[in-house]
C-alpha cells in the first residue's frame, strides 16, 4: 500500500528520446534532465553526444535506439529536409517508434511539412505536435522559450509539463501546422525588428551620437523590443557569434514568404528584409548571427566590413 501512494504521488516521467543536438537541442535537452527527466539522444556529432552524457542523459548510436522505448520523441533540426530525413524510411521514427508515442517536432519548418508529417504517423499509431520556439540559445540555456504549438488539445495536455520545462510562454495554436506557421510570423517579425535596429545604429553612429546612451534611452520607450533587448551587445560590440545563424533565418524567411503567397498575404517589408538576408548570406555571412544584419546596413552605407 505504501508503494502504490508512492507511486500514485510521484507518477512515472516519460522517457524522452531527443534528436539533433545543435545550439539549441543541447541546451534544451539538458534542461529536461535538470527537471528530472530521462532523456536519450541522438546527433551526428560525437562531442554532441558526449555533452549530453556529461550532463546525465544517455546517447544512443542511431534514431532507432533512441526512440525505441521513448514515449515522447522530440526533434530539433535546421529546415524540414533534415525533418524529414529522420522521420522517414526503416531507419526513422516513424518506423522505431512504438505505437502511441508522442513525436514533438521543435524544428522551425514548413506548415506543409508538419501537417504531412502528422498524416504519415497517424498511420503508424503515432501522435504528432510541431512545437517549434523563438527566443534563440539565450532562451533556450535559460528555458525562457517562447513555444508555438499546433495539433490535438489532448497531446499539447500531455506535453505541456515537458513544455515548461523548456519555455515560459507555451500556447495550442490551433491544429496541425498552426505552430509552424506562427512561428514564420515570428520570424518576419524579428527579421525586420533587426534591421530596423542596424539602421539605427548605423544612422546613430554616422551622427556622432553616443551610442550605448542611444540604445538604452531608445529600449526604454516604445522604440524598445526583445530583440533590441537581446541584440544590444551583439550591436554595441559587433559580436556576431551565433545565436541564430544568418543561414536559418534565410530558410526561415523562405518559408514565411512562400506560406504567405500561398494564402495572399502581402508582405512588402518583409521581401525587402528577406533579400537583405540573402545578400549577407550570399556575401559569406551566412554562419553569423542575424544581428549581423548590421553589416550589411554597414557595406550599404560605404563602410569596408
Known sequence: MTTALAD??????????????????????????????????????QDKLDRLTKAGG?????????VKDADIVITMVPASPQVE??????????????????????????????????KAARAKGIRVLDAPVSGGEAGAIEAVLSIMVGGEQADFDEAKPVLEALGKTIVLCGPHGSGQTVKAANQLIVAVNIQACAEAVVFLEKSGVDLTAALDVLNGGLAGSTVLTR?????????????????????????????????????????????????LRAQGDG????????RAVERLSGAQV
Open 287 to 294: 554562419g553569423l548571427d542575424h544581428s549581423a544584419l548590421l
Open 85 to 118: 530525413a529522420i522521420s522517414y524510411g526503416p531507419d526513422g521514427i516513424l518506423e522505431n517508434a512504438r505505437s502511441g508515442a508522442l513525436l514533438i517536432d521543435m524544428s522551425s519548418i514548413t506548415p506543409q511539412t508538419s501537417v504531412d508529417l502528422a
Open 8 to 45: 500514485s504521488s510521484h507518477p512515472t516521467r516519460p522517457a524522452i528520446a531527443w534528436i539533433g543536438l545543435g545550439i539549441m537541442g543541447s541546451p534544451m535537452s539538458e534542461n529536461l534532465i535538470k527537471a528530472g527527466y530521462d532523456v536519450t539522444g541522438f546527433t551526428l556529432e
Open 58 to 66: 544517455a546517447a544512443a548510436g542511431s534514431i532507432a535506439e533512441a
Open 231 to 279: 541584440k544590444k551587445d551583439n550591436f554595441l560590440q559587433r559580436d556576431f557569434k551565433p545565436g541564430f545563424r544568418i543561414d536559418l533565418h534565410h530558410k526561415d524567411m523562405g518559408i514565411v514568404t512562400d506560406a504567405a503567397r500561398n494564402v495572399g498575404a502581402a508582405l512588402p517589408v518583409g521581401a525587402v528584409v528577406a533579400q537583405l538576408v540573402a545578400s
